[in-house]
């Protein structure tokens, strides 16, 4: 693989995929594709070496641009999609756009240029809520939100361009990624600069929804292990192995940053909110690839970033960011 089409590659687990991509392969050249929406960022792509990375500012809801995007690729990972539930809620008709037709696009070139990988970055969201034991590749999904929803449809198209059209479609399961680059509307970004700034954090329900936590650059070798070694057809999920209650994971950066737990603020619940997410990654786990990061390790680095990058996110946590921030929090109340 030579030439690699990153879409979504200015966001946040695409741009760390680039970075770890050019890092790890010298011979590859990365053809970064990014709408450049409120989450995209060129600050993510900074000091890339501009001999191995071209960027081209295109929706992959565009086919056109996408089909010409893709010219001579050996393989593409999309990472391009709208990801956030609580935007979904609000607004899933841009979910749809992205993470539905946008993977229909990514599919259609891949077929016309027979492009030799197609690998579809997807969700454990997709699987829904499981009060014990992990969702394994077989299970079946149940998605319980527009954005879970929308990312399940991505995957079910693919899945039927594998088994049509023969197309080398292959799909990891991530979960809950956190590191350097996340956009802050995110709990972890969100909860770190809020707290950096002595502000409240607004913590769902009863604090007690469990996430495993994944750190971005094992979600990043996990991409590229299933693109490298995987079987086109399957899916295999990304687990970080390191699940926590959300309010563990608050107390956890209140600590880092210095601070006391007098900065929580329990706020009324999400609609839907999933209560426990859980994958097994045992079958990528097979074709050699372990999460490395521990969780107490990833959570302090992170927001040791975040303390010494705020001229990356404090130009963020400003117009579009501080609307949809009022408009999301304003009325929630206590819980």
């Known amino acids: 693989m030579k030439r690699i089409v990153v879409t979504g590659g200015a966001g946040f687990i695409g741009s760390n995929f680039v970075r770890y991509t050019l890092n790890t392969y010298p011979e590859v050249h990365v053809v970064n594709v990014d709408k450049l929406t409120y989450a995209g960022n060129l600050d993510n792509l900074k000091d890339l070496d501009a001999s191995r990375h071209t960027f081209v500012q295109a929706d992959i809801a565009d086919a056109e641009a996408m089909a010409k995007a893709m010219e001579g690729c050996d393989a593409v990972v999309n990472f391009a999609a709208d990801s ?18 946008g993977v229909h696009n990514i599919l259609e070139a891949a077929k016309a240029q027979g492009t030799k990988r197609v690998l579809l970055v997807s969700t454990d969201e997709v699987y829904g809520s499981i009060a014990e034991g992990s969702f394994r ?9 527009p954005y879970s929803a929308s990312k399940a449809g991505g995957e079910l198209l693919g899945l039927s361009y594998f088994h049509t059209f023969g197309i080398p479609v292959i799909i990891t399961r991530g979960s809950n990624t956190y590191g350097p680059y996340q956009y802050p509307e995110k709990v972890l970004p969100l909860f770190v600069t809020n707290a950096i700034d002595n ?6 329900g ?8 994944l750190f971005v650059e094992d979600h990043c070798r996990g991409v590229d292990h299933a693109l490298r070694h995987g079987t ?30 007098s900065l929580i603020r329990p706020v009324k619940d999400r609609p839907g909110h999933d209560r426990r997410y859980s994958i097994d990654s045992t079958k990528l786990k097979a074709l050699g690839w372990e999460p490395q990061m521990d969780w107490e390790t990833g959570v302090a680095l992170t927001v040791k970033w975040y303390q010494e990058n705020e001229w990356w996110w404090r130009k963020i946590k400003t117009g579009e960011f501080l609307e949809y921030y ?6 929630r109340g206590s819980a």
């Open 326 to 331: 009022k408009r999301q929090y304003a009325d």
């Open 206 to 213: 009863d604090g007690k929804n469990v996430r495993d936590w």
């Open 232 to 261: 086109p057809g399957e899916i295999y999920n990304i687990a970080g192995e390191n699940e926590r209650e959300n309010i563990a994971l608050t107390t956890k950066i209140l600590e880092c940053v210095g601070k006391d737990d």
């Open 84 to 101: 956030h539930v609580d935007r979904s809620i609000m607004e899933a008709s841009d979910f749809i756009a992205t993470n539905v037709r």
């Open 137 to 145: 590749e077989t299970d079946p999904v149940g998605p319980r939100n």
């Open 199 to 204: 502000e409240p954090l607004p913590l769902y």
